[in-house]
């Protein structure tokens, strides 16, 4: 398992509890406000609110929920004012973590995932001590019953993707930074709403974790993505697949 891979993302491991499935909620709530907030308050009209309400029907999040956190950022001061927030460090073993977040206080937030890093073995950095470990890249999710993988593939090509991954799952795209919109405008006509269309942080290199490294690495993960602010985690490690079954079974 892959640090990196957001569509496979740690939290399926630990199952559907009612706690996580709040936590959930509630940062989806977060993204739909800053989305609506962003741009015009109509999914139709504004593709990032478009994807935060998509991420919310996945999610199973109820219908009048998603409507009502659209309908919270009209008028004047509506809403709480979330500020976009990145923070850069290291896990233990030297595995390099980015911490995306929303929050409207930078301190607390700050000091809440300060105290993970070091509570956990890492030590968070300044902005851009690890970033030149990723790549940023438009990162575009369909299921596999939105088309066959050669259709995708030509479709995306013909947008102008960087690359094409399809297996039983879905189809993961990849494009440039600066193609990102043009291309996810193309599939969605094509092919309707994505699953996940985000700008993406992947490594440029992977530190394999063996048993041990790697319960004490996702317990750092597991302590950031707990936090109501955090809203992503990308970190370079790769877990191989036998351990990680091992550690989901525990």
């Known amino acids: 398992m892959a640090g990196h891979s957001q569509f496979k993302n740690i939290m399926h491991r630990k199952g559907a509890q009612d706690a996580r499935r709040a936590r959930q909620f509630a940062k989806l709530i977060r993204e739909i406000t800053v989305s609506a907030k962003q741009g015009l308050p109509d999914p139709a009209a504004n593709p990032r609110l478009r994807a935060a309400v998509v991420a919310a029907n996945k999610a199973n999040m109820p219908k009048d929920t998603v409507e009502r956190a659209i309908k919270k950022t009209s008028g004047a001061g509506a809403g709480d004012d979330y500020a976009e927030v990145r923070y850069e460090g290291y896990g233990p073993n030297g595995v390099a973590v980015?911490?995306?977040?929303?929050?409207?206080?930078?301190?607390?937030?700050?000091?809440?995932?300060?105290?993970?890093?070091?509570?956990?073995?890492?030590?968070?950095g300044e902005t851009n001590s690890v970033s030149f470990l990723f790549g940023r890249v438009g990162a575009i999710r369909y299921p596999a019953a939105a088309a066959t993988a050669d259709a995708m593939l030509e479709a995306a090509i013909e947008a102008g993707a960087e690359n094409v991954e399809s297996d039983a799952e879905g189809h993961d795209v990849t494009t440039a930074v600066d193609d990102f919109f043009a291309?996810?405008?193309?599939?969605?006509?094509?092919?309707?709403?994505?699953?996940?269309?985000?700008?993406d942080w992947r490594p440029t290199t992977l530190v394999t974790l063996d048993e041990e490294r790697a319960a004490g690495l996702l317990k750092l993960v597991d302590a950031l993505e707990d936090n109501d602010d955090v809203q992503n985690v990308y970190a370079n490690?790769?877990?191989p697949d036998s351990i990680m079954a091992r550690l989901s079974a525990a």
């Open 98 to 124: 980015i911490v995306e977040a929303l929050t409207d206080n930078r301190n607390r937030t700050a000091g809440d995932v300060r105290a993970a890093f070091a509570k956990h073995g890492g030590a968070l």
């Open 183 to 199: 291309v996810r405008d193309a599939l969605e006509a094509r092919f309707g709403a994505p699953e996940e269309a985000k700008l």
């Open 237 to 239: 490690f790769d877990i």
